[in-house]
DNA sequence: TCAAAAGTGTTAAGCCTACACCCATGA
DNA sequence: TCATGGGTGTAGGCTTAACACTTTTGA
């Protein structure tokens, strides 16, 4: 057993201590009208070249694990300021059979229609739904399903929904985003009594037309009324 | 900015890349009959020599952070076995003076009846209520309120509650065990049926004479029942 | 006999769930 | 005119929250 401290000598040694490769891995969501879905990488560099995994990269001199996560993923999608969140670090000692590398990882939202294509062609990176999504390398497979489940948790408690949605969008368009997240069905009506009582939204004048001939009135998040709500102790619970 | 991968050579450069000081930091919960505490310790070593902390060690080769964990944990309280769960990877450079270090923190629930107290005597180590608490050395005081709140969360939703009780313990230890969890107080009626519902504990013949006159009856949890009804979809929630 | 903690049930309010019909429009 | 998706209200059951008195027994 190595022991913790120096105590004898009342100067911990860090210098003596192993340093480690860091990475930080990149479950990026994204919401095409229909299902939630991941952006998936084809390694075009070993190890495991060829096959899928998620998007990465090492820690860097001077740059926190939200910094790299942010680095990652612009340079897969060319966005910024998306919403992130962190969900575990990984650190089996086998883990990357290269060398010993512990992986922190972190979920992304974004809006599907906004990535650079461009990049994401570069990157042979493509979308998948959670069903259809290929076996991943190492623990990455791992890394999505613990992703999942924090973002399930999340999108119940804080309105982290929006984020996947362009800034307009339609009852019917949250809603399927809330089935597909939750992975169950939900009655129209009673999805948008909850979502009304939550107050957090504007219904605007404008229709989408594209969905039905009727339309659908289009709504926006309204940040800093769920911020106010918030202030007074309103919290928001799907 | 830094490319993420090596995509001309189509091998990425481990050996190129920074390796860090990867450590991990427990916060170490007890309950003594009426309040939530956390063991800290007084450092007897640089850096921050004589202030309070969490106890920590750095991962060692062939080790995972959950393994540092116990081990740190175990050199402190001499307990082997303990409720673990991690929390959070901090990642700021600077948040560690000396060197650059990434700390992954884990949270630990014992019993606090149980721990060796020479070794933590040996550690100077000391245990605080949540308001009493010094204030801690380089981001420790944040890794406690993050870790307070995850324990929040997975007391209401998983029977870990118990791990801090002993194993024989009155109905009424386990609602001040909640209400100080949660920091909230709780009508002892409603208290009583919520738990009973769960049908999880099981109702001892013995009495606790220590508390009151008329004794209060001890229960045990029952994991076997906990893990039935988890099978059978039945969720813990409090 | 009194003080101190244990134990126990009921009611009202709010919340959640299930459920069905009309509307607007383009084809 | 019909097919498609949009929009809306209500009733019953369930869960939660509020609330007070009796029991036991050691001092």
Same mark, same amino acid.
């Given at each position: 057993?190595?022991?913790?401290?120096?105590?004898?000598?009342?100067?911990?040694?860090?210098?003596?201590?192993?340093?480690?490769?860091?990475?930080?891995?990149?479950?990026?969501?994204?919401?095409?009208?229909?299902?939630?879905?991941?952006?998936?990488?084809?390694?075009?560099?070993?190890?495991?070249?060829?096959?899928?995994?998620?998007?990465?990269?090492?820690?860097?001199?001077?740059?926190?694990?939200?910094?790299?996560?942010?680095?990652?993923?612009?340079?897969?999608?060319?966005?910024?300021?998306?919403?992130?969140?962190?969900?575990?670090?990984?650190?089996?000692?086998?883990?990357?059979?290269? =060398?010993?590398?512990?992986?922190?990882?972190?979920?992304?939202? *974004? &809006?599907?229609? %906004?990535?650079?294509?461009? !990049?994401?062609?570069?990157?042979?990176?493509?979308?998948?739904?959670?069903?259809?999504?290929?076996?991943?390398?190492?623990?990455?497979?791992?890394?999505?399903?613990?992703?999942?489940?924090?973002?399930?948790?999340?999108?119940?408690?804080?309105?982290?929904?929006?984020?996947?949605?362009?800034?307009?969008?339609?009852?019917?368009?949250?809603?399927?985003?809330?089935?597909?997240?939750?992975? =169950?069905?939900?009655?129209?009506?009673?999805?948008?009594?909850? *979502? &009304?009582?939550? %107050?957090?939204?504007?219904? !605007?004048?404008?229709?989408?037309?594209?969905?039905?001939?009727?339309?659908?009135?289009?709504?926006?998040?309204?940040?800093?009324?769920?911020?106010?709500?918030?202030?007074?102790?309103?919290?928001?619970?799907?």
């Amino acid at each position: 057993m190595v022991p913790i401290i120096e105590n004898m000598s009342s100067v911990s040694n860090y210098q003596d201590q192993t340093h480690l490769l860091v990475a930080v891995d990149c479950i990026i969501f994204g919401f095409d009208k229909e299902e939630l879905k991941i952006l998936l990488i084809k390694r075009n560099f070993e190890p495991e070249m060829g096959k899928w995994s998620l998007m990465g990269g090492f820690l860097q001199p001077n740059e926190t694990s939200e910094n790299a996560a942010n680095r990652v993923l612009e340079t897969l999608t060319g966005l910024h300021d998306v919403y992130l969140d962190q969900v575990h670090a990984y650190t089996d000692p086998k883990r990357d059979p290269v =060398e010993r590398t512990i992986s922190i990882t972190y979920y992304a939202l *974004i &809006n599907s229609e %906004d990535h650079n294509e461009e !990049l994401t062609k570069q990157h042979s990176a493509q979308w998948f739904s959670l069903n259809e999504a290929p076996e991943l390398i190492f623990d990455h497979g791992q890394m999505v399903q613990h992703a999942i489940n924090r973002l399930r948790y999340k999108t119940s408690v804080q309105p982290i929904g929006f984020e996947l949605l362009p800034e307009k969008f339609t009852m019917r368009q949250l809603q399927r985003l809330y089935e597909t997240i939750l992975n =169950e069905e939900i009655d129209k009506r009673n999805f948008a009594k909850k *979502i &009304n009582q939550l %107050d957090v939204l504007i219904k !605007l004048e404008e229709k989408d037309m594209s969905s039905s001939k009727k339309g659908s009135f289009l709504f926006t998040f309204d940040k800093d009324k769920y911020e106010a709500n918030t202030k007074n102790g309103i919290s928001f619970k799907l």
